[in-house]
Antibody
Framework: EVQLVESGGGLVQPGRSLRLSCAAS????????MHWVRQAPGKGLEWVSG????????GYADSVKGRFTISRDNAKNSLYLQMNSLRTEDTALYYC???????????????WGQGTMVTVSS | IQLTQSPSSLSASVGDRVTITCRAS??????LAWYQQKPGKAPKLLIY???TLQSGVPSRFSGSGSGTEFTLTISSLQPEDFATYYC?????????FGGGTKVEIK
């Protein structure tokens, strides 16, 4: 089955760090750009970060630039998001997503995980 | 690039024709996607490249537009279509989503 499964979310204090993981199955991760999208409770979708197939190009939303780092391990079919200096406004459900077309750094997202919740609170 | 969706919400009846608009702050050619999200679920891709229907999506959904103005049309609203819809530009970082349009039952 083609799927993405996120993990690593939880409750964390402001200023601390958290690392999210996304495990891909049913397709070859190394061929696709991958992204993280978040959704705060009751709010809309916010793109967070993306990485192309060979990790040569990455992008970040202004709201997380300098604090979050996206990476991937194609050998492990996995995507990661290292989140440092967390703020209360980072509280959200974090989705891992796959780009539709192979070899493109970004395109429509045709596969989404179910998300992992991150709560930043003291 | 900012995306402005309108309306932010609408009430419609089963069988109605529904149109949602997405305006970009600058030209994005046809690099636009539409998603449907139901409560408690991940978003689902409906349309990419502004007008191409994703495999498995019913033909009552259609997309049009290029440059700065785009529309998502549902030709005959079905009970399972009540959801929130988002547009997304995929031409350049940072990628952005519109604010969403919630389609509710009248």
């Amino acid at each position: 089955e083609v799927q993405l499964v996120e993990s690593g979310g939880g409750l964390v204090q402001p200023g601390r760090s958290l690392r999210l993981s996304c495990a891909a199955s049913g397709f070859t991760l190394k061929n696709y750009g991958m992204h993280w999208v978040r959704q705060a409770p009751g709010k809309g979708l916010e793109w967070v970060s993306g990485i192309n197939d060979n990790s040569g190009a990455v992008g970040y939303a202004d709201s997380v630039k300098g604090r979050f780092t996206i990476s991937r391990d194609n050998a492990k079919n996995s995507l990661y998001l290292q989140m440092n200096s967390l703020r209360t406004e980072d509280t959200a459900l974090y989705y891992c997503t796959k780009v539709y077309q192979a070899q493109l750094p970004f395109d429509a997202f045709d596969l989404w995980g179910q998300g992992t919740m991150v709560t930043v609170s003291s | 690039i900012q995306l402005t969706q309108s309306p932010s919400s609408l009430s419609a009846s089963v069988g109605d024709r529904v149109t949602i608009t997405c305006r970009a702050s600058q030209g994005i050619s046809s690099y636009l996607a539409w998603y449907q999200q139901k409560p408690g679920k991940a978003p689902k891709l409906l349309i990419y490249a502004a007008s191409t229907l994703q495999s498995g999506v019913p033909s009552r959904f259609s997309g049009s537009g290029s440059g700065t103005e785009f529309t998502l049309t549902i030709s005959s609203l079905q009970p399972e279509d009540f959801a929130t819809y988002y547009c997304q530009q995929v031409i350049a970082y940072p990628l952005t989503f519109g604010g969403g349009t919630k389609v509710e039952i009248k």
